[in-house]
């Protein structure tokens, strides 16, 4: 990209008159109204955050409803979603809903949850709801769960690997108290309200959206379909994804 002269050279001057105490990088100068008055540069700061606002576009956002024992929903996990996300979590939103094909049964005081692959999985699912609810770097933990031979034995030392501040009992009082329950009632209702009705795990919605096309690019070509989707400026690692398309009937198609 070409520099704008004019615009330097205003950044020179103002720069040049500024005290040592005022901004000196036009991020500064532009950090806040009134930094951007003592610089003398209104104008120009208006302009440079107008452009990036229309450059940054919306992330495209991905539900996936999913049960933690279940192989083909591991697979998808480690193989698919985490590198994906990995590479574009700029632009991608990730919401994990462990659930799928699991039962919920009302009760006197607690809800009572069947799943599908037994009770351990009913508590993997537990546990990664309730780690969804506790920390950031959630993903990462269920990502070192679901990609270890035993997922429920490995939850305690991602945890601590990745989560050291959060105590294994701390978690597991949200896993077997009310908190969790409640949580997991939560991903129930989630679950059992999309529409069309999930049919197999994992069940993938793209901004909000369900179509057997999206479902089946997200299953199997999750990368180039979010590089695809996304409105903003692509990042690098996209490379070419996107530009290549052909129109059928007046729709966008992909064709690599």
Not at 109 to 125: A, S, T, V
Not at 158 to 163: A, G, K, Q
């Amino acid at each position: 990209m070409k520099a704008d002269l004019p615009f330097m050279l205003t950044l020179i001057v103002h720069f040049s008159s500024l005290s040592s105490s005022r901004p000196y990088t036009l991020a500064q100068c532009c950090s806040s109204l009134n930094s951007a008055v003592q610089c003398g540069m209104l104008k120009q700061c208006l302009h440079t955050n107008l452009t990036n606002f229309h450059q940054a576009g919306e992330p495209v956002h991905l539900d996936v409803y999913y049960e933690s024992l279940c192989p083909d929903c591991i697979l998808y996990l480690t193989q698919v979603l985490y590198p994906t996300w990995v590479l574009l979590q700029d632009i991608l939103c990730v919401r994990l809903v462990p659930f799928g094909n699991a039962q919920e049964i009302p009760s006197e005081r607690k809800y009572i949850f069947k799943c599908q692959h037994g009770e351990q999985e009913c508590l993997g699912n537990m546990i990664q709801t309730c780690l969804l609810n506790m920390t950031d770097n959630a993903f990462l933990i269920i990502f070192c769960m679901e990609a270890s031979t035993d997922v429920i034995a490995a939850a305690k030392s991602c945890v601590h690997l990745y989560c050291p501040k959060l105590s294994w009992e701390r978690l597991m009082s949200c896993v077997d108290g009310d908190v969790g329950n409640q949580l997991m009632h939560q991903n129930a209702l989630r679950t059992n309200s999309l529409d069309p009705p999930h049919q197999f795990v994992p069940w993938l919605t793209i901004n909000w959206g369900e179509t057997d096309d999206l479902q089946k690019k997200a299953t199997t070509s999750l990368f180039p379909l979010i590089c695809s989707m996304y409105k903003g400026i692509k990042p690098v690692v996209c490379g070419n994804v996107g530009l290549k398309h052909r129109r059928s009937n007046g729709a966008l198609q992909l064709v690599g």
